[in-house]
């Protein structure tokens, strides 16, 4: 028992010590010179955070309105869109690049070391980006050597990709399909792998294979075929339609018909085409086969 009341009693006289010394801070105003330091680091936080603010918001509107002026000046010296688009794209990431620099000094955090931490995960930033860098390289190569232009129709081999050409950008190019649809593709893609640019031309040739049976006259289908063709009003007279036969399959006779005709009209003549040729087929009574098999027994 009286180890008990020793113990309680010490941890009476140790409380009423701590009551005791906080007093005494209180009264010095050691509280107070606390709070007195805490309000101004944050009132100086809050005019940070507003200045930030005021910098980005001002930022954006400056670089948009640089952004505007460069677009106009390159379009009256009649630049190509493609370079007009991948000039856009490289100020807007190099001028929110800026901005957040300049936010990083409003808040006391210096650029050299920014540029520090930037350089120490180079490698690691370079490896993980190494197909952007691609792209954007593979941009570059585009812009310069012109393989396309925006406007250009173009077929990409590797993938069976085409379409018209709407818009050349950092890393990816856009196509527009005949059918409305819109095709990415990586700038490294692009300038890496063949394609076809049907623009480059004002004319291009209509090229269409049909199909008759083993057992149809021939000279009667390619008759057909050159009658179809000569009676083409948008097709370039100069050029004689060219109708051959093309290959023999297992179960039909492949011919082939070539006109030339112009590029804005390419879609509509081929399709009106291939329409005419069955209903001129059909009333010369001749048959589109179908793959079929033969078996005998013995």
């Known amino acids: 028992m009286n180890i008990a009341y020793l113990l309680k009693a010490n941890s009476i006289e140790e409380t009423k010590e701590s009551v005791e010394t906080l007093t005494k801070e209180v009264q010095k105003g050691t509280f107070q010179k606390w709070l007195d330091n805490l309000i101004p680091e944050l009132l100086s936080f809050f005019w940070c955070v507003?200045?930030?603010?005021?910098?980005?918001?001002?930022?954006?509107?400056?670089?948009?309105l640089f952004r505007k002026m460069i677009q106009k000046a390159m379009t009256r010296r009649d630049v190509d869109k493609g370079i007009r688009q991948f000039t856009d794209g490289l100020i807007k990431v190099l001028g929110y690049i800026l901005l957040l620099v300049i936010i990083f000094n409003v808040f006391g955090i210096e650029t050299s070391s920014f540029a520090?931490?930037?350089?120490?995960?180079?490698?690691?930033?370079?490896l993980?980006?190494?197909?952007?860098?691609?792209?954007?390289?593979g941009?570059?190569?585009?812009?310069?050597?012109?393989?396309?232009?925006?406007?250009?129709?173009?077929?990409?081999?590797?993938?069976?990709?085409?379409?018209?050409?709407?818009?050349?950008?950092?890393?990816?190019?856009?196509?527009?399909?005949?059918?409305?649809?819109?095709?990415?593709?990586?700038?490294?893609?692009?300038?890496?792998?063949?394609?076809?640019?049907?623009?480059t031309v004002e004319n291009r040739q209509l090229d269409l294979e049909f199909s008759i049976g083993y057992q149809d006259d021939l000279e009667k289908a390619k008759n057909v075929l050159l009658g179809v063709g000569n009676r083409e009003e948008k097709r370039i007279s100069d050029i004689p339609v060219n109708v051959f036969v093309k290959r023999l399959d297992d179960s039909a006779v492949i011919l082939g018909l070539r006109f030339t005709i112009p590029n804005d009209n390419y879609w509509e003549i081929r399709w009106k085409t291939i329409e005419v040729v069955k209903k001129e087929f059909d009333k010369a009574g001749i048959t589109i086969p179908y793959p079929q098999l033969d078996v005998h027994s013995n």
């Open 50 to 64: 507003v200045l930030a603010l005021v910098v980005w918001f001002v930022g954006v509107k400056i670089l948009g």
């Open 128 to 137: 993980a980006l190494q197909g952007s860098l691609s792209n954007f390289a």
């Open 139 to 199: 941009g570059v190569l585009i812009l310069l050597l012109h393989p396309f232009r925006v406007g250009d129709y173009i077929i990409e081999d590797a993938h069976g990709n085409e379409g018209t050409v709407t818009e050349i950008s950092l890393f990816y190019t856009k196509l527009l399909t005949v059918d409305k649809k819109v095709i990415v593709i990586p700038n490294g893609t692009l300038a890496n792998t063949s394609l076809t640019n049907a623009s």
């Open 116 to 126: 520090a931490a930037i350089a120490s995960l180079g490698v690691t930033v370079g």
